[in-house]
């Protein structure tokens, strides 16, 4: 068995200590909390629109099963945080 250089081995180590993914640690520690999604700029139309009309079916499927649960969700995010009620004096007036 040939023996390995100590420093191509520690480079190695390095670039994998700089490039490895961060793990999420709740549900499953093999999953990545980012998966990065490349588009290819070498598409041809007929391939761009295939990828596409896959999306949109997929996009159409996930609100067919999750339209209730995603419509309530969205409205949670977009009410405004609670206002307080403004003390109004009747008896002060304006002008």
Avoid: N
Wanted: aromatic share 8%; hydrophobic share 35%; charged share 35%.
């Amino acid at each position: 068995m040939a023996k390995r250089k100590g420093k191509k081995r520690r480079r190695c180590a390095a670039e994998f200590l700089e490039h490895r993914p961060t793990y999420r640690a709740t549900r499953d520690s093999r999953l990545p909390l980012i998966v990065p999604l490349a588009i290819p700029a070498y598409w041809t139309p007929e391939e761009a629109l295939a990828v596409f009309e896959l999306v949109d079916d997929l996009r159409e499927r996930i609100w067919s099963i999750y339209q209730t649960d995603l419509q309530d969700l969205m409205r949670q995010q977009r009410q405004s945080g609670s206002i307080d009620p403004v003390d109004i004096d009747e008896d002060d007036l304006p002008f």
